[in-house]
């Protein structure tokens, strides 16, 4: 019935809960809040990310994160950044939800101007960026996100539903759940 194929086409709506920003400290003064070693940590909504929105599935659950400023062994300013949880991506095989677990773990070094961070750049093994006294926590949060998300995100072999359609016959005889999955897939 053609209720059923409109159901799906109905957009979830999407939940403001920008208000949950309020009280944390998210702008924050890049060089300053590295060396007073102060630490800004919570939870934000994945639905308050923007540019993240175009790699997802959907939007719902929510990231811990933390930036913790420090200054390393050799005493230059950096900001460490966390950040865990559960992102959807879309499987580029079998174009069905995939959840990404996101456990990254940064360290940025401060340059307090551009020719600092081009000579910070030359080293390979440290990550850059430039000092801000109105550096955006979020943005940079969504940054590291979006630089650590894979390039093709697909689900294990076994684990993907289009296993059968790659496979042959094989796999669609042993998983009985193979033809659920492909009708859902139509939707
Ligand atoms: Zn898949």
Request: hydrophobic share 40%; charged share 25%; with cysteine.
């Amino acid at each position: 019935m053609g209720y059923f194929q409109k159901s799906s086409e109905i957009l979830k709506p999407v939940e403001d809960k920008s208000a949950m920003f309020m009280g944390v400290p998210l702008v924050i003064d890049s060089l300053d809040f590295a060396c007073k070693a102060e630490v800004c940590r919570g939870k934000i909504a994945i639905a308050g990310f923007q540019r993240l929105q175009d790699y997802l599935v959907n939007n719902s659950g929510e990231l811990g994160y933390a930036v913790i400023g420090a200054l390393d062994e050799n005493r230059r300013p950096v900001l460490r950044v966390d950040i865990q949880g559960v992102v959807n991506l879309q499987c580029q095989r079998c174009l069905e939800e995939l959840e990404h677990v996101l456990d990254i773990h940064t360290e940025l070094l401060l340059a307090q101007n551009e020719q600092e961070l081009q000579s910070f750049d030359e080293d390979k093994y440290v990550d850059c960026i430039l000092a801000q006294p109105d550096m955006d926590v979020l943005a940079l949060i969504e940054d590291e996100i979006i630089l650590g998300l894979p390039v093709s995100p697909r689900h294990e072999q076994s684990e993907c539903t289009s296993g059968g359609r790659e496979e042959g016959k094989a796999i669609r005889e042993v998983s009985p759940f193979a033809a659920l999955a492909a009708l859902k897939k139509t939707h």
